[in-house]
């Protein structure tokens, strides 16, 4: 027969430890196992940025990505991210549904920068922005972004060319200016313009932009608008008539001299009108009648065409010179050797 030494041994042998009568206790008391629910459905999407001309991806652009449940113009999703330089962005966690319906993405982008030479700047914005798009997993998606190039140019300082001349009308004589103004661009592209002061005897001084070279000439021009001087009908409409001259020319500039003067012959034009009872406006092109019923622009000679003036105009000598030069073939350079030569 065991002694009681003995039979304690025999118990200490079979009884659970305490952590082993824990663990049973707390899975009887759990019962059946858990499952959790699971989260949305997420995927990764990727957004590529190219110039819709070119095709060149456009890196640094803004990326906003906005997502609506089918359906219903409420936004279950928006993100910003900037493409890298391959033009790229990625957007993470992005919802394939919500509310048990399908998500349609759509991506937009925008970039702007600015950059200065020869006292222009130059901005440029990139924009564009994709079709909707029904998310899918491992998506991608291109948006065409166009370019908008606007350049603003400081005007000439007191050391720029001076750019002078005159301009009369048919008759040799100055005329009332309703506007005048002068405008260069550069090779590059880059454009500058001012309003032009006329005198009362037809005479005119302005600073222009040191622009342009031989092998890259920069094109100047001049616009003078006259005031009404008198009313021409035709059928049932009736016309505004004014003085009007124009003037372009390549110039070399960049060296700083002046270029040549020149002189504007300005012939009379229709500036606008109306037709019939009730005064419809008329645009300021043809009269009626040209080929396929539509109005062609009329024909304007430039001021090197006009042959005669008054042999008592001031003007003369320079309006001969201008016939010479208009004579030349080829790209006319004009510039002078400077206002301090002779």
Known sequence: MPTSRALRRRMLRFAPTGLALTALLGAAALGPATVLAAGPATTTVTVSVVADDTH?????????????????????????????????????????????????????????????????????????????????????????ASRDDETRCDDPGPDAPVLTGVV????????????????????????????????????????????????????????????????????????????????EASVALADGHDPSEIALVASIERVGGVCGTTGTPKPTTAPPGAAGGRSTPAATLPPTDVTTAPASSDAAPLIAAVLVLGSAAGLTLLRRSGRDSG
């Not at 002068?182 to 592209?189: F, H, L």
């Not at 009404?228 to 003037?247: F, I, N, Q």
Request: aromatic content about 6%.
């Open 56 to 144: 060149d991806p456009v890196d640094g652009a803004l990326v906003t990505l906005t997502g609506n449940a089918e359906g219903d113009a409420d936004v279950v999703y928006e993100d910003d991210r900037t493409t890298d330089g391959g033009g790229q962005a990625t957007f993470t966690a992005v919802p394939l549904e919500s509310g048990g319906a399908g998500v349609t993405l759509t991506a937009e982008a925008t970039k702007s920068e600015s950059s200065t030479a020869d006292g222009c700047t130059t901005e440029r914005t990139w924009s564009g922005a994709s079709e909707p798009t029904p998310a899918a997993a491992g998506l991608a998606i291109e948006v065409l």
């Open 168 to 247: 009369v009308g048919p008759d040799g004589g100055a005329f009332a200016v309703f506007e005048a103004s002068v405008a260069m661009v550069r090779a590059d592209g880059a454009a500058w313009g001012r309003s032009l002061e006329i005198g009362a005897d037809g005479r005119f001084s302005a600073g222009v932009q040191a622009w342009g070279t031989a092998d890259a000439p920069s094109h100047l021009s001049v616009q003078v608008n006259g005031a009404v001087v008198g009313h021409e009908t035709e059928g049932d409409c009736t016309y505004d008539l004014a003085p009007r001259a124009s003037y």
